[in-house]
């Protein structure tokens, strides 16, 4: 899609200007011209001859071909006749404000729809219905209603905000001026009916002045191009920090099986975003500190954060916190130690966080000999300063020694400027002097250390992939039940116990006597998929003749849950040995596309929770590292004296479950529960398999 039309218009009509102050079509002009915007300004209003000064058209006929963009500042009903004239007289894009379209019903719905057919015949751009416009900062173009200040970006680095919520597109604006930051483009999408975020995204990464993209999205309607589109930017060097809404209860979940109802739809879309580079952020406040760190400061690396301080008791409040939000605060070691100690007097204790105590009141350069072996310690990602600002006079004696330092060692890492007293009257000549150097300016460290644990985390990420071939297989629509998907699954590598599926007590008693008692017998039908709330799993069967018992007490047991469900026949199987048991699960979003869950399972599974959502493609490392995430994963690694799990056999089955689903898409989940792990080298056994197919 070709949006300069939109974006750089040479000529722009406003359908519906007004001379009333205030009127959303004399808002845009009032922008345009407060812009300085240089081309051909075409106002459309049937009842005026003139406003502010400029001639009138009577209708959009009236309009010469041709012309670039229009802003409908109308009624909703009059949209749609506004958009096919619009489309006659080859206007090239078009921004609808009002509302009541898909959010307004089934009219509304199908209003929608016939813009977006008359969009697609004519190649016209058409940003909303339901939305607030877009101002390109760049070139000087607001079509918007909202009243937009003319910004200097000479020498500011920029941030483009991509957000179908148009009021948030405005609050983040107004945040990222207030950091001083410039901003290239910002465009609200509403509800999306022939533009959507993601060719906005397109247009951003490969605009030059653009160092970050800030989005705030409810729902990808394109996912697959997307995660294309996140990809193609972190491979250019250019972030995208998301905020997505949708993290509640509330929120909607699938619940076919376990692994449905356990993977939401909001942490599939953060598992697939992470996995393609995107910093996914949970509050304005925070996608406004990344965005500033982002795009003011060095690149944040992995690794841990050094902080400096002038407080004792901000220390321990510094540990606490990094504790909670999992930020490594590496202890100060080897030549950084030798180097600290050198630099400091004395009566101060080099730790990690340090705290400077008042010295500096009186050793302004004590700022510059500290910085200098952190700066280039590899253990820490960035460092924080946090520093007590009290009023003008200590800020005066504080603010230059630090900025002057930074100019001075110019790192190669982030240095964060955190004030332990927000609200203090700092001359803004201090904070401007920070933010000129790289240096991000925050009112709050609590903010600093959350943002910074965010980009850490997302340079830390896995990029590895297994690089595995996908396996394809003839899946049925439906639910598969246990026999069948084991059959499905064990030629892939995933072992299950001994046994076989009988539909009749002699070939039941013929695999028993195969396989050894004492075996299981579980009752097998596509209708049943929880065999265990209808007394379809009898355990422990010693022998032949209870073999026999077992086998009329399975059909009674599932006849009395519900007569109306037939059985295919039965699983007979191996009483397998004790073990720790584990979930591994499987979803093919028809969206978003493959992902893996993995967690402590058994009847507790759904109980409990302590299941982590990963990429199909992962490494067995990248699995293994995944499983030593979980709340629980103390109990893999040996918990009171019991053996070390085998881990690398677990990770073995996640490996097997991508491969099927990469290669087999019409498979909609895949739920393995339990998956028994046995000690290490002992391998792993998934006890019952489900598949779920479209």
């Keep these: 899609m070709d949006l300069a039309r939109l974006l750089a218009p040479r000529s722009v009509a406003i359908v519906g200007a007004s001379d009333k102050p205030g009127a959303l079509g004399r808002s845009v002009l009032d922008n345009l011209v407060r812009h300085d915007f240089a081309g051909d300004i075409h106002l459309i209003n049937p009842k005026r001859e003139t406003i502010a000064g400029r001639p009138c058209l009577p209708s959009i006929e009236a309009l010469p071909a041709g012309v670039d963009a229009a802003v409908l500042a109308i009624p909703g009903p009059a949209v749609l006749d506004a958009v096919r004239a619009l489309a006659e007289r080859g206007v090239g894009a078009a921004v609808i404000f009002s509302a009541g379209f898909a959010e307004g019903g089934e009219e509304g719905l199908a209003a929608q729809a016939e813009v977006a057919r008359i969009a697609r015949a004519h190649d016209m751009v058409v940003e909303g219905p339901n939305c607030l416009g877009m101002t390109n900062y760049l070139a000087g173009v607001p079509l918007t209603f909202v009243e937009t200040p003319k910004l200097d970006l000479a020498g500011k680095p920029c941030v483009g905000i991509v957000s179908q919520s148009g009021a948030m597109a405005v609050v983040l604006g107004t945040t990222l001026m207030a950091k001083d930051l410039g901003i290239s483009i910002t465009v609200s999408t509403g509800n999306e009916a022939a533009s959507g975020v993601e060719d906005y995204v397109d247009h951003l990464i490969d605009e030059p002045n653009t160092r970050v993209i800030g989005m705030i999205v409810e729902q990808f309607r394109q996912p697959a191009r997307f995660l294309d589109l996140a990809a193609r930017a972190t491979a250019a060097g250019k972030r995208i920090v998301l905020l997505h809404p949708g993290t509640s209860s509330a929120a909607r979940e699938s619940a076919a099986t376990h692994t449905g109802a356990m993977a939401g739809d909001w942490q599939l879309m953060k ?88 010295q500096a009141l009186v050793d302004p350069d004590l700022y510059r000999r500290t910085l200098t072996p952190l700066l280039a310690d590899r253990a820490y990602a960035a460092v924080v300063l946090g520093i007590i600002q009290t009023d003008p006079s200590t800020a005066a004696r504080k603010f230059p020694p630090i900025t002057d330092a930074v100019k001075t060692l110019s790192p190669d890492k982030p240095v964060i400027f955190a004030g332990l007293d927000d609200g203090a009257p700092v001359p803004p000549e201090h904070i401007a002097g920070l933010r000129a150097a790289g240096v991000p300016y925050f009112p709050s460290a609590d903010r600093a250390f959350r943002a910074l644990t965010r980009l850490i985390d997302a340079a830390g990420r896995d990029a590895a992939t297994a690089g595995f071939a996908p396996v394809a297989v003839e899946v049925p629509a439906g639910v598969v039940p246990e026999y069948r998907a084991k059959a499905l699954l064990a030629p892939l590598g995933v072992p299950f116990p001994q046994g076989g599926f009988a539909t009749d007590v002699e070939a039941a008693k013929a695999i028993a006597a195969q396989v050894g008692y004492p075996v299981v017998l579980k009752a097998q039908s596509a209708a049943l998929s929880h065999k265990s709330d209808a007394g379809g799993v009898l355990l422990n069967i010693a022998d032949a003749a209870a073999l026999d018992a077992a086998w009329a007490r399975l059909f009674a047991n599932v006849a009395a849950y519900d007569a109306a469900i037939a059985l295919d026949g039965a699983l007979v ?110 391998g792993a056994v998934a006890l019952d398999a489900l598949i779920l197919a479209d």
């Excluded at 967690?599 to 199909?616: I, W």
Aim: proline share 7%; glycine share 12%; aromatic share 4%.
């Design 271 to 358: 598992t697939k975003v992470t996995r393609a580079g995107v910093i996914l952020v949970e509050s304005l406040e925070e996608l406004g500190d990344v965005l500033d760190i982002v795009a003011r400061a060095k690149p944040v690396g992995a690794g841990g954060v050094a902080v400096l301080t002038e407080s004792g008791a901000f220390k321990a409040l510094t540990l606490d916190l990094a504790e909670r939000i999992g930020l490594a605060l590496p202890p100060v070691e080897g030549e950084t130690e030798a180097a600290m100690r050198a630099a400091i007097p004395d009566f101060i204790g080099v730790s990690n966080p340090m705290d400077l105590t008042a």
């Design 573 to 682: 199987e191996a009483m397998g040995a004790r073990g720790t048991e584990l979930i591994v699960g499987a979803r093919n979003d028809p969206a978003w596309g493959p992902a893996i869950l993995i967690g402590f399972g058994g009847v507790t599974a759904e109980l409990f929770h302590d299941v982590r959502l990963l990429p199909h493609d992962l490494t067995r490392d990248g699995v293994i590292a995944e499983l030593r995430r979980l709340k629980s994963a103390a109990l893999l690694d040996g918990f009171r004296g019991a053996p070390p799990l085998d881990t690398g056999a677990v990770a073995d089955i996640v490996l097997a479950v991508g491969r099927l689903l990469a290669g087999t898409p019409n498979i909609r989940e895949i739920d393995l529960n339990p998956v028994v792990a046995y000690p290490d080298g002992e």
